[in-house]
């Protein structure tokens, strides 16, 4: 978010939403009314943080000038209703085909995201290495996994995760739940107990995997 950014770096990010074209050293001392080294010197912080990237060159009267954009991340700094959008989403779902029917659908979606990611990967035999290739998945994914959770008593690693990327829409919709646990199922062909969540006020989301469990449950919910 841009509020994470020094004031200085977000005036050059701000500036550079609205010239998507890209604008050169000299465009932005001329706007920030600094000079030119330091222009340089906040460039190459924002290089180095990926948030800017160099573009193509600008024919001038003299030397090319070399125009400087937003990279993917550099835009995504801005903030994004991503969430708000998902509920109103959600709540159009819901009224069509009612809290079982979205439900339903969150858990065939799962499913399917689940098949074309194992498809995309190495194929492991064991329970505990897929479930270890699953917390590897969801690190990447954003659910922030810890890795020091303990086995349970068959030596099945736990799922632990401190982040839940659908928690605003999770704790509004707790269907959403549905997508998860059908992505893990399906991931690690195995039953998923939803222990914790933190949509419904705990500290983690916990994920234990059996193939002896009756049936995969979302803390308490039967799917």
């Known amino acids: 978010m841009t509020d994470m950014i020094g004031v200085r770096h977000r005036e050059f990010l701000e500036l550079l939403i609205k010239n998507k074209t890209g604008l050169t050293v000299d465009n932005f001392s001329k706007a920030l009314g600094i000079t030119r080294t330091a222009v340089r010197q906040h460039l190459a912080t924002l290089e180095a943080n990926t948030l800017v990237t160099k573009s193509i060159t600008r024919p001038s009267g ?32 819901e009224q069509e085909a009612g809290q079982e029917g979205v439900g339903e659908r969150l858990a065939a979606m799962g499913e ?3 098949k074309q990611l194992r498809a995309n990967g190495t194929p492991e035999e064991s329970l505990p290495a897929k479930v270890q290739s699953l917390a590897v998945l969801m690190e990447q994914l954003g659910y922030r996994v810890n890795p020091n959770a303990p086995a349970n008593i068959k030596g099945i690693p736990v799922i632990e995760a401190d982040n ?28 998923v107990v939803h222990e914790a969540c933190m949509a ?24």
């Open 200 to 223: 419904k006020g705990a500290d983690v989301c916990r994920f234990r995997f059996d193939t002896d469990a009756p049936e995969s449950i979302s803390a308490g919910l039967t799917k």
């Open 164 to 191: 839940c990327v659908f928690h605003d829409l999770a704790s509004k919709h707790p269907q959403v739940c549905r997508f998860d646990l059908a992505l893990l199922s399906t991931f690690t062909d195995s039953k």
């Open 62 to 93: 003299g030397r090319p000038e070399q125009l400087y954009v937003l990279t993917d991340k550099g835009s995504s700094s801005f903030p994004r209703q991503y969430s708000w959008f998902a509920q109103l989403l959600m709540a159009m779902l």
């Open 112 to 114: 399917k995201v689940a």
